[in-house]
């Protein structure tokens, strides 16, 4: 088996290492947006929202914020609300500061899909270069070649040709793909977040208005 994938990438010729740089590069950006996605903002941020809103209710804000640790775009967003109300900030303080820190924080979710698209386009277009130089070879060769050696000279032409355009084809498929479900995935997450982020902001409002309501002197009857 290796003695196969090393004929088959010797034959392709050097735009074959060109292509297998891509899909390192592509490995990379696949293996930190999953790490990224399954391990630091793998969360339930409605809980966590929930969770904070009733600590609070219950005067523990350091509790509520020990809940909320952690470096994910919704629990910095969250600990960023919490921490803005002990401070004594109203409502519309806390809302301006959330949605200024959400500016850098909200697209770190998609951050480095378009790559994938970018490095798929590039393994393809290397492919097609690939079977470019793999013809200008064979057609080259054959205008110089004695008529014992010319099918030989073809054949390996046509080799390098078509191996660098599969290789191509090969890494930009699993691109493609990572690219689509990675996306989905950070929508989803952003969905969470924005849902998250606003019921705890909601919950500071109400309880705003609550308070302002327990203050207001009744009028005589």
Partial sequence: MFDTIARFFQSGGPMMWVILAVFAAALAVIGERLRFHLRAARED???L????????NDGDTAGALESLEGSSPARLLMQR????SWEGAT?????AGVEELAIGQVPRYSRRLSDLATLASVATLAGLLGTIFGLQQSFGSLAVAEAAQKATVLAAGISQAMNTTAFGLMVAMPCLVAHTRLGSL???RTENCDAAVVKLLNYFDT???R???????????
């Fill in 207 to 209: 309880r705003a208005s």
């Fill in 81 to 84: 609300a919490v921490e803005m």
């Fill in 91 to 95: 409502p519309t303080e806390i809302r």
């Fill in 45 to 47: 941020a409605d809980t």
């Fill in 211 to 221: 308070s302002a309501a327990a203050f207001r002197p009744r009028q005589a009857s």
């Fill in 49 to 56: 929202a929930t969770g904070a809103a009733a600590r609070l």
């Fill in 186 to 188: 950070a929508a989803r």
